[in-house]
């Protein structure tokens, strides 16, 4: 390590090293020609002498010179130097090289950031990797069944081929985990985003926002160990009935709202229009333990209570003793020393035995979830299942971009060295040895791929910002915090070093197996058949074929994406989704409570109608697409009917979204509370329910539990339209009017027809919503078409990415064929003058090259197709009205990629037709 | 018999190391006079090629062995002077005991009668 500083060190100051040597020579010839003055010879005579004496002073300073420098690091200036001459002379070969490479690194490193951030960053806490993560695990599908001890649940269970699992736990079990696990826990702690908090209508200092709020218990905070911003976090005592309501924010909330995080404790805020104090504010970086969600407010759990009291859905303190409704997730952390395997072996007997006691009945006791302790260190999972499957086929599709890139590039160099023969050649017969040729070699490739991975930096960062959006545009709620971190940088080294060896080894060992004495006599045009030029044929043919596979495989994965985008488009949404604005409000959150509830919207429906350019006004408790509730209705004398589902409207529902009526009539303003019940069916439930009799006149029951609720006239049948999403069948739906009873109705989504562009009322809808309450915040203010799109988000984004990757892949491939296919005209010239010569036609010629091409890629179809059947398996899940083994998909991928190759394959064709045998042969 | 001594020998490989290390025992001094005094030393027998003496005065400085520093010669002008360090001076002494052994067995294999008659 000394001497290597030393050297370099003198590498620095070679300039005066340069000057020392030459002093200290002539310092030598002064002294020599002095002595031989002195020895009586004269002046001239000496000092020519003197110079015989000392020899070359070229080569003497040369070898001093040698002993300065560490060999190696000078080797490796020169050979960066030689390899920096190279690129320079071959512009056009680097710059397509880098480019491929840079927009294969590029693309690997963007969806490589966005997999950092989603499945490899831990929480931003102090010691992550204690943390776990419990849940349950049950036979696929038992929770949806009667006999499942999970009776009511707010939030997720998710089937996969193992069973269904689920993070959601009763409030019992939460004080079971802390009472059993102390010996394993040294924390247990638990938070949820039930329906009070998800949206929280916060009013501070006089103004109105809305905000997402996440319940947290007492040691919720101390458990993941944060340390907070300013203030005081939540403590045990905040969480229970009756505690002084207390909130902590979040940074961002605090710089906005709250004059930053040093004023923002002690500051009175209402929530939902009850007075909270802020005690405190998190760290900035802190975004909860759900990387999903990213809470503006935390409350203490108990606060539900508050927040529900006013909402029929509300949760009350009772909800804290139920066994069977499973609403909170918990996560604990381990005592040091404590393995994960540990925990697991000392929770799941006791949890056994403790969730055995809330089975109700001998078929709950069969079906019983078992417990799982799993790892906690990235937080809870919604994000990752939502995005991990997708992020994977991006990562294999990326994957292969750089691997058609990376052989590219091996046989642009591979075709390179063939030229390169002689140099290399002239380089080994003057003595260099094997392994310096070969590191120079590597040394120009390595360059090369650095160079690419440096533009692949900054096409990543594009990317990022690019996909950010595009994700972002999908859900807003979900936010994904890539960036350019450390992680993602070492990887973009590493691919870049890694892709630099794998291109660059290959045709430097080839290259540098030479036959010396045949390689420098070799006349550039004359054949080179032989054992080497064999073998090249063969790992650049090999390279090719793959190369053609792999787009194939793309193409038809594009394909079908595309497929499925058009087909979601083209879905028949039994509605007219132009020039419909879609809103929501929430009367309760307003501090508005029963009964002025339905008059108020009913009184904002006449305030909206009267805006100029409005055509229909209506209101439903979702909008169509988010529509998603069911409840027990039946036709007197049959049993209720599973799969009905329900949508509370107001007047003017289907006019306003333009949904045919078959039979019946709309609801009127004449339907109202204390008017007689109605219900307006879809044809599905017509169908189902009443087969060919005509369903007008009759009546259906809506029960609250075991009582009957409303007992409702059908005065209307409805066409199907859509409910609750694109992919999803029509189930069988019920419209009420939402102000006739049971169930009430607290936010409701207003749809307003509009003459021309719904975006340019907004503005006199905020007025009208201001002038009819001041304090009614609006949120998801939407067009029905940007709300179709944003159910399509997925789609749209892996069939625009896939499409972009495939077209890529098929560049670069192209590219990789046209360059080779170059080569080998280049290097059959004289081949081809012959048989010009002999009398072969310019369209034999086109033929005979093409024909090269076309067995390249009918090689590479045979390999991909089958391979395209079976992987197309794996993105099932994401196609909607398309098989994987889709023939259109396949067959438009195949003609796509047969007239590119050809189209590559025809430049160097035409040129081989043009080549003039006299020219050709002369030049042998 | 009578032989003619050689006017000129051949250094051997390494050789050169050890004598400029070991004329730098007496004192710093500079390349010219380091050859001269090797020359002058060997009775004129060795003569120092300048072409190998500088790279191995480099080379020695390079491993540390020796370090120089510009001052003014004898006749006031200014000269790059060599002297050993403490790493070249325990240098020349492994060299010096190696080639001692090598040179006695030298002499043991090529005049065995010498050896005996003593």
Redesign the interface.
């Known amino acids: 390590m000394n001497s290597f500083f030393r050297k370099l060190t003198w590498l620095r100051q070679r300039r005066r090293k340069e000057d020392d040597l030459r002093d200290e020579l002539q310092f030598h010839l002064d002294e020599e020609s002095d002595q031989l003055r002195a020895q009586g010879l004269a002046d001239d005579e000496a000092r020519q002498s003197a110079r015989r004496d000392l020899g070359n002073i070229t080569l003497v300073k040369e070898d001093t010179r040698a002993t300065w420098s560490w060999t190696s690091l000078e080797q490796l200036v020169q050979d960066l130097r030689y390899a920096a001459r190279t690129m320079r002379n071959n512009k056009a070969f680097t710059a397509l090289a880098a480019l491929s490479l840079a927009l294969g690194i590029g693309a690997n490193t963007t969806i490589f950031s966005f997999l950092d951030a989603l499945l490899l960053r831990s929480l931003p806490v102090a010691d992550p990797a204690s943390l776990v993560v419990l849940r349950w695990h049950s036979k696929l599908g038992a929770w949806r069944t009667d006999d499942f001890v999970m009776e009511g649940m707010h939030g997720e269970v998710y089937d996969d081929a193992s069973g269904s699992v689920s993070d959601l736990f009763p409030y019992p079990a939460f004080q079971f985990f802390q009472k059993a696990g102390a010996g394993v826990f040294s924390d247990v702690f638990t938070y949820c985003h039930t329906r009070d908090v998800r949206t929280l209508n916060l009013t501070i200092k006089g103004q109105a926002d809305i905000a997402s709020g996440e319940l947290v218990s007492g040691d919720y905070f101390h458990g993941l160990r944060v340390v907070p911003a300013s203030g005081r976090l939540i403590f045990a005592d905040d969480d229970r009935f009756g505690a002084a309501p207390v909130a902590v924010v979040s940074h961002v909330l605090a710089d906005k709202h709250l004059g930053g995080a040093n004023n923002a404790p002690g500051q009175s805020i209402l929530i939902d229009n009850l007075p909270f104090t802020v005690v405190g504010v998190a760290p900035p970086e802190f975004f909860g333990a759900d990387a999903a969600q990213v809470p503006d407010v935390y409350l203490p759990m108990h606060t539900n209570v508050l927040l529900g009291a006013a909402d029929s859905y509300g949760s009350t303190a009772g909800d804290y003793l139920e066994q069977n409704d499973y609403w909170i997730q918990v996560m604990a952390r381990l005592r040091p020393g404590v393995t994960l395997a540990q925990a697991q072996a000392a929770m799941a007997g006791s949890f056994q035995q403790w969730i055995a006691t809330t089975a109700k009945n001998d078929k709950q006791r069969a079906n019983l979830p078992t417990l799982a302790v799993e790892e906690g260190a990235t937080g809870l999972d919604t994000l990752r299942r939502h995005f991990s499957k997708p992020l994977f086929v991006l990562m294999t599709l990326v994957g292969s971009i750089l691997a058609i890139a990376c052989s590219n590039v091996a046989n642009l160099f591979l075709a390179r060295a063939a030229s390169r023969r002689c140099e290399i050649a002239l380089r080994l017969s003057l003595g260099a040895g094997r392994l310096r040729v070969i590191r120079q070699l590597l040394t120009e490739s390595v360059l090369l791929a650095v160079l690419g991975g440096m533009f692949g930096v900054f096409f990543a960062i594009l990317g990022m910002r690019f996909l950010s959006v595009l994700l972002e545009s999908g859900s807003r709620q979900i936010t994904i915090h890539a960036d350019l971190n450390w992680h993602v940088l070492a990887v973009a080294t590493a691919l870049s070093l890694l892709t630099g060896m794998l291109f660059g080894l290959a045709p430097a060992m080839q290259s540098t197996r030479l036959d010396l004495v045949a390689a420098l006599k070799e006349a550039r045009a004359s054949g080179t058949r032989g054992q080497h030029s064999f073998w090249r044929i063969s790992i650049s043919q090999t390279l090719l074929v793959g190369q053609i596979a792999l787009a194939l495989l793309m193409l038809v994965a594009a394909g079908l994406f595309v497929r499925t985008l058009s087909n979601l488009e083209s879905v028949e949404l039994g509605f007219n989704r132009e020039n419909v604005l879609l809103f929501q409000v929430d009367a309760q959150k307003a501090g508005r409570r029963e009964p002025n509830i339905a008059p108020f919207y009913s009184d904002l429906r006449k305030r909206l109608a009267s805006i100029p350019g409005v055509r229909h006004v209506s209101l439903a408790e979702t909008s169509l697409l988010g529509a998603g509730s069911s409840h027990p209705i039946t036709v007197p004398g049959s049993p209720p009917h599973d799969a009905t589902r329900i949508l509370s409207i107001g007047p003017d529902f289907l006019t306003t979204m333009q949904i045919p009526l078959l039979a019946g009539r709309d609801i009127e303003d004449r339907d109202h509370p204390g008017s007689p019940a109605i219900a307006i069916i879809n044809q599905r439930f017509a169908r189902d329910n009443f087969g060919d009799q005509n369903p007008l006149g009759r009546h259906l029951i809506l029960w609250k539990g075991k009582d009957p609720a409303r007992d409702m006239e059908i005065v209307g049948v409805a066409k199907n339209a859509r409910y609750g999403g694109l992919k999803e069948q029509i189930p069988p739906v019920v419209y009420f009017p939402y102000d006739q009873g049971y169930p009430p109705r607290n936010e409701m989504v207003f749809a307003l027809r509009t003459a021309g562009d719904p975006l340019s009322y907004v503005r006199s809808v905020l007025e009208t919503v201001g002038q009819a309450d001041p304090r009614m915040p609006l949120t998801d203010v939407q067009t029905q078409t940007e709300e179709i799109n944003e159910d399509m988000s997925q789609e749209t984004t892996l069939a625009s990415l896939c499409t972009a990757f495939a077209l890529l892949a098929l560049t670069i491939a192209c590219v990789g064929l046209y360059g080779t296919m170059s080569y080998t005209v280049a290097r059959r010239t004289g081949e081809i003058g012959i048989r010009m010569a002999l009398g072969a036609q310019r369209r034999a010629v086109v033929w005979m090259v093409l024909r090269e091409v076309a067995i390249l890629a009918l090689v590479g179809l045979a390999i991909s197709i089958p391979a395209a059947l079976i992987t197309a398996k794996f993105i099932e899940s994401f196609l909607f009205g398309t098989k994987p083994s889709d023939p259109l998909s396949m067959a438009i991928a195949v003609t796509i990629l047969l007239s590119a190759a050809l189209l590559a394959g025809y430049v160097p064709a035409r040129r081989a037709a043009r080549i003039d045998p006299m020219n050709a042969l002369r030049h042998e | 018999m009578s032989q003619k001594p050689p006017s000129r020998v051949e250094l051997l490989q390494g050789t050169l190391d050890l004598l400029i290390l070991r004329t730098l025992r007496a004192g710093p001094t500079?390349?010219?006079?380091i050859a001269?005094h090797i020359q002058r030393t060997s009775e004129d027998l060795l003569q120092v090629?300048?072409?190998?003496l500088?790279?191995a005065?480099?080379?020695l400085e390079?491993q540390?062995w020796i370090a120089a520093s510009?001052e003014l010669?004898d006749?006031g002008?200014?000269?790059?002077y060599y002297r050993l360090t403490p790493a070249g001076r325990k240098q020349l002494e492994t060299e010096q005991l190696k080639w001692h052994a090598f040179s006695r067995a030298m002499g043991l294999v090529l005049n065995p009668a010498d050896q005996e008659a003593q």
Request: net charge positive; aromatic share 8%.
């Open positions: 500079h390349g010219h006079a001269k090629e300048t072409g190998s500088y790279p005065l480099h080379r390079a540390g510009w010669s006749k002008k200014r000269a790059r």
